[in-house]
């Protein structure tokens, strides 16, 4: 039997006057488009208004810290959701933007101490993105999205 109640922490809703930043990478637009009107999709259907959601398009995914990187540091955003896809090839160049956008995005999270969900898609092909991209496997824009009103609102119940 459970004696001893823990406190949890639960995310505040969703503040309809929080700002949002979408950084998205031109690179197979094809997806990234519908991982983008995932994300828009569902920060409107948290009650986030059109005009609160910004949008920065970068030609690539390995641009996309640099442009997180500004929009983070700016304060003026409440999280800043990053969508890329990264389709392998015949070399390992994949692997290289992969782990190097990982990492920058998982950095700048932290010292900016804001949520900078991750939603690059690391495929073998442009079936697995598009099954990722509102396909048989959901919408990663839109799980980002989620993901970052979640953590919005937990931070803001945490100490
Ligand atoms: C160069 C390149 C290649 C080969 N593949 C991808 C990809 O699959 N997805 C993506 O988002 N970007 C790719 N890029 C572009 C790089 O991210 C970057 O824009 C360029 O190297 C210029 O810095």
């Known amino acids: 039997m ?12 969703p503040n309809s006057k929080d700002r949002y930043a979408i950084v998205v990478a031109q690179w197979n637009q094809l997806v990234t488009d519908k991982l983008l009107d995932g994300a828009i999709t569902t920060l409107l259907g948290a009650g986030i208004s059109e005009g609160l959601i910004n949008v920065a398009r ?3 995914s390995w641009e996309l810290p640099l442009a ?3 929009l983070a540091r700016s304060g ?5 959701i990053c969508l890329g896809v990264v389709i392998r090839g015949e070399t ?4 290289h933007i992969n782990r190097g956008v ?3 995005l998982g950095q700048i999270s932290l010292e900016c101490e804001l949520p900078l969900p991750l939603g690059l898609l690391t495929v073998n092909s442009l079936e697995q993105a ?4 509102g396909g048989d496997v959901g919408n990663k824009g ?13 931070l803001k119940t945490m100490p």
């Open 68 to 70: 997180a990187q500004q």
């Open 130 to 133: 598009l099954a990722r991209a």
């Open 92 to 95: 390992t160049h994949d692997e």
């Open 102 to 104: 990982s990492l920058a």
């Open 142 to 154: 839109s799980e980002c999205a989620e993901a970052a009103l979640h953590m919005v609102g937990l």
């Open 76 to 80: 003026r955003y409440a999280a800043v």
């Open 2 to 13: 459970l004696v001893v109640v823990p406190t949890e922490f639960k995310p505040a809703e």
């Open 58 to 60: 970068v030609p690539g």
